[in-house]
């Protein structure tokens, strides 16, 4: 949009801004700097990046019939992503003008910014802009979905005071003012009652976009005048740019409820430094255990009798370094609950990642004897879809409800148990839910039995089909029209030539797409194709992944000479096949794409011939079980 009188505001953009606004790409722009002698002329930059008045782009684009009229919200992160100091800083001075704490570069960008806010309000406007300045970065910044953070804030229940010590954009702490406040749950302590949301970030950025977003949400319901502070009557906002785990303060003042989603796998959060801090109460974390650092700071940080509720990694449960803090933790009664969500609660979405509530004991005596353990996603037959989301979050919120009143659950197989403590403090303590709930979704009556009869029974000819069709043509020797040893390349020359990649889950963080190889480099396991809807699972080890060129290689052809136990041997530190394999001297037959489909079309198949072969004693497996059980409790008769 045009200044004042139409003349320009100043707010310069380069070629690739031009693109976006126009919806095509950078050689159009260019194009039309060559062709059109009116094409506004450059008024900044460098030579090669040079930068042009947005003013005069956006009049020349109109004038052209290649820019619509765009909605405000559109227009105001047009000239936010075109800042001269960056998306980010603009957004800033955006939510300060909103909050009345400053005002924007631009009189043009203050006129569009109050239209917005005057449209859909100024909470939701800012809100709109965060996320489309989240949208823009996503791999940069790992979110809490609004759905998973309702249900944290839920868990933990009202309080004065809220922390989130790893807040990024303040999802958490946006839910628990939602949670106590404007959704119709009461202000804890009653009306007027003073009420402090705390937080921690080591990003400057995001820490101050975090203030000024609960600023605004916490005086959306106030006058206009009120909304505009940065207190409100009954809320504080306090944000701060810190790392949380090495600048906590000892007399940082103890909070009601602390709500958190650390950072994953994080190896660097200060072990050494921190090996004889106070907080380590139930044992120094481990340095590969990064969450149950977070765990402790929690706990530290509450007031005796407050909440924590964490999403944490499901490995947090079962990692043999970790047993000695959660054995602590139970015996001293601080963890009352785990409970294991579905896949997709939050990123990585492949993980059924867990939620850990605590509560800091207020005495020797607070023990609790017993912990809750939940599966959200358990008791469900084989094939039957999952709930909706809100009614799997009504469901943990009922349990851990019931568990907290009286330290009682009603158990249901295979979803939720109210198990001893005692019970749990073996030489793993391992607090996975599954691993101790009593098996559910099955049952053992006739009808049931006999399905899974049918089931098998199909999957046996399934079995008997692919295996007479791989025995085909077995006896002819070669089909690629080759005699002897074929031509060979391996893993490492064809990456060098780019024909795939070689990714390593200790080298960088990698998730699979389809197509890719998973090759296991220790044990036992046999490298496979990721298939489609089967991908976006986190690379771990000890798993190397091959990204193939579809152009030059076939994944499946790719995979299944990499299974050889000539080769596999060849590339291990041991002649043993459960050595370590050094994948890039794995080798590969060179050949042309379509000989290597025709060998990966084979190989295919015994894959799934063998893929069958385990479901039939999966199968054979649930059937024998299910007739002993049933036999046994009278569900089955003799006959």
């Given at each position: 949009?045009?200044?004042?009188?139409?003349?320009?505001?100043?707010?310069?953009?380069?070629?690739?801004?031009?693109?976006?606004?126009?919806?095509?790409?950078?050689?159009?722009?260019?194009?039309?700097?060559?062709?059109?002698?009116?094409?506004?002329?450059?008024?900044g930059g460098t030579e090669t990046s040079p930068t042009f008045?947005?003013?005069?782009?956006?009049?020349?684009?109109?004038?052209?019939?290649?820019?619509?009229?765009?909605?405000?919200?559109?227009?105001?992160?047009?000239?936010?992503?075109?800042?001269?100091?960056?998306?980010?800083?603009?957004?800033?001075?955006?939510?300060?003008?909103?909050?009345?704490?400053?005002?924007?570069?631009?009189?043009?960008?203050?006129?569009?910014?109050?239209?917005?806010?005057?449209?859909?309000?100024?909470?939701?406007?800012?809100?709109?802009?965060?996320?489309?300045?989240?949208?823009?970065?996503?791999?940069?910044?790992?979110?809490?979905?609004?759905?998973?953070?309702?249900?944290?804030?839920?868990?933990?229940?009202?309080?004065?005071?809220?922390?989130?010590?790893?807040?990024?954009?303040?999802?958490?702490?946006?839910?628990?003012?939602?949670?106590?406040?404007?959704?119709?749950?009461?202000?804890?302590?009653?009306?007027?009652?003073?009420?402090?949301?705390?937080?921690?970030?080591?990003?400057?950025?995001?820490?101050?976009?975090?203030?000024?977003?609960?600023?605004?949400?916490?005086?959306?319901?106030?006058?206009?005048?009120?909304?505009?502070?940065?207190?409100?009557?009954?809320?504080?906002?306090?944000?701060?740019?810190?790392?949380?785990?090495?600048?906590?303060?000892?007399?940082?003042?103890?909070?009601?409820?602390?709500?958190?989603?650390?950072?994953?796998?994080?190896?660097?959060?200060?072990?050494?430094?921190?090996?004889?801090?106070?907080?380590?109460?139930?044992?120094?974390?481990?340095?590969?255990?990064?969450?149950?650092?977070?765990?402790?700071?929690?706990?530290?940080?509450?007031?005796?009798?407050?909440?924590?509720?964490?999403?944490?990694?499901?490995?947090?449960?079962?990692?043999?370094?970790?047993?000695?803090?959660?054995?602590?933790?139970?015996?001293?009664?601080?963890?009352?609950?785990?409970?294991?969500?579905?896949?997709?609660?939050?990123?990585?979405?492949?993980?059924?990642?867990?939620?850990?509530?605590?509560?800091?004991?207020?005495?020797?005596?607070?023990?609790?004897?017993?912990?809750?353990?939940?599966?959200?996603?358990?008791?469900?037959?084989?094939?039957?879809?999952?709930?909706?989301?809100?009614?799997?979050?009504?469901?943990?919120?009922?349990?851990?409800?019931?568990?907290?009143?009286?330290?009682?659950?009603?158990?249901?197989?295979?979803?939720?148990?109210?198990?001893?403590?005692?019970?749990?403090?073996?030489?793993?303590?391992?607090?996975?839910?599954?691993?101790?709930?009593?098996?559910?979704?099955?049952?053992?009556?006739?009808?049931?039995?006999?399905?899974?009869?049918?089931?098998?029974?199909?999957?046996?000819?399934?079995?008997?089909?692919?295996?007479?069709g791989d025995a085909a043509g077995t006896a002819d020797g070669?089909?690629?029209?080759?005699?002897?040893?074929?031509?060979?390349?391996?893993?490492?020359?064809?990456?060098?030539?780019?024909?795939?990649?070689?990714?390593?889950?200790?080298?960088?963080?990698?998730?699979?797409?389809?197509?890719?190889?998973?090759?296991?480099?220790?044990?036992?396991?046999?490298?496979?194709?990721?298939?489609?809807?089967?991908?976006?699972?986190?690379?771990?080890?000890?798993?190397?992944?091959?990204?193939?060129?579809?152009?030059?290689?076939?994944?499946?052809?790719?995979?299944?000479?990499?299974?050889?136990?000539?080769?596999?041997?060849q590339a291990s530190s041991y002649a043993s096949s459960a050595?370590?394999?050094?994948?890039?001297?794995?080798?590969?037959?060179?050949?042309?794409?379509?000989?290597?489909?025709?060998?990966?079309?084979?190989?295919?198949?015994?894959?799934?011939?063998?893929?069958?072969?385990?479901?039939?004693?999966?199968?054979?497996?649930?059937?024998?079980?299910?007739?002993?059980?049933?036999?046994?409790?009278?569900?089955?008769?003799?006959?």
């Amino acid at each position: 949009m045009s200044g004042a009188n139409g003349a320009s505001d100043g707010t310069e953009v380069t070629a690739a801004a031009i693109a976006r606004l126009a919806g095509v790409g950078r050689a159009a722009v260019s194009n039309w700097r060559r062709r059109h002698p009116d094409f506004p002329r450059p008024v900044g930059g460098t030579e090669t990046s040079p930068t042009f008045s947005l003013t005069e782009v956006e009049s020349w684009l109109r004038a052209q019939g290649k820019l619509a009229e765009a909605p405000p919200r559109e227009r105001v992160r047009r000239r936010l992503e075109s800042d001269p100091e960056g998306h980010g800083p603009a957004l800033v001075r955006a939510g300060e003008h909103l909050a009345g704490l400053g005002e924007p570069a631009q009189p043009a960008d203050r006129s569009e910014l109050e239209q917005l806010a005057r449209e859909v309000g100024t909470e939701t406007a800012f809100a709109q802009l965060l996320a489309d300045y989240l949208d823009a970065n996503p791999r940069q910044y790992t979110l809490t979905p609004p759905g998973t953070a309702a249900l944290m804030a839920r868990l933990a229940g009202p309080g004065d005071s809220v922390l989130d010590p790893a807040c990024g954009s303040g999802e958490l702490l946006a839910a628990a003012l939602t949670a106590e406040g404007t959704a119709g749950s009461p202000s804890p302590g009653g009306a007027g009652t003073p009420r402090t949301l705390h937080g921690q970030d080591t990003d400057p950025l995001l820490a101050r976009l975090a203030a000024l977003r609960l600023t605004l949400r916490a005086g959306a319901a106030r006058p206009a005048g009120d909304a505009a502070r940065a207190r409100t009557p009954d809320t504080a906002v306090d944000i701060r740019a810190e790392d949380a785990l090495r600048t906590e303060e000892p007399a940082a003042p103890p909070v009601a409820t602390v709500l958190c989603h650390p950072p994953f796998n994080e190896r660097n959060w200060g072990h050494d430094e921190l090996a004889y801090d106070p907080r380590w109460a139930y044992g120094l974390p481990p340095r590969t255990e990064s969450e149950l650092a977070w765990v402790q700071h929690a706990l530290y940080r509450l007031r005796p009798g407050g909440t924590a509720v964490l999403l944490l990694p499901p490995a947090v449960a079962a990692r043999r370094t970790g047993r000695r803090v959660r054995a602590a933790l139970l015996r001293k009664g601080a963890l009352r609950a785990v409970l294991a969500l579905p896949p997709g609660a939050a990123a990585p979405h492949s993980l059924p990642l867990h939620l850990w509530v605590l509560r800091r004991p207020e005495g020797a005596s607070a023990a609790h004897t017993r912990l809750l353990l939940m599966d959200a996603a358990g008791g469900r037959a084989e094939g039957e879809p999952a709930p909706p989301w809100e009614e799997t979050a009504e469901a943990v919120l009922a349990a851990w409800r019931a568990f907290d009143a009286d330290g009682t659950v009603t158990e249901r197989p295979g979803v939720c148990a109210a198990l001893p403590v005692i019970d749990l403090l073996d030489d793993e303590v391992d607090l996975t839910p599954a691993r101790h709930l009593l098996p559910g979704g099955a049952r053992t009556d006739a009808a049931a039995l006999t399905a899974v009869r049918a089931e098998l029974e199909r999957t046996l000819r399934r079995t008997l089909d692919l295996a007479a069709g791989d025995a085909a043509g077995t006896a002819d020797g070669r089909r690629d029209g080759t005699d002897g040893e074929l031509p060979e390349a391996t893993v490492g020359e064809l990456a060098r030539t780019g024909a795939l990649e070689v990714h390593t889950a200790s080298a960088e963080p990698v998730t699979t797409a389809p197509g890719d190889v998973v090759v296991p480099v220790q044990g036992r396991g046999a490298a496979y194709v990721v298939a489609e809807g089967e991908e976006g699972a986190r690379l771990d080890k000890p798993l190397c992944l091959l990204r193939v060129d579809p152009a030059a290689l076939d994944a499946w052809f790719v995979a299944g000479f990499l299974r050889s136990t000539a080769n596999t041997r060849q590339a291990s530190s041991y002649a043993s096949s459960a050595s370590r394999i050094d994948v890039r001297r794995l080798r590969l037959p060179r050949l042309p794409l379509e000989r290597q489909r025709a060998y990966g079309e084979r190989f295919r198949r015994l894959a799934e011939f063998e893929a069958a072969l385990r479901r039939v004693g999966e199968l054979g497996g649930e059937f024998v079980q299910g007739m002993f059980d049933g036999l046994a409790d009278g569900t089955v008769p003799p006959s």
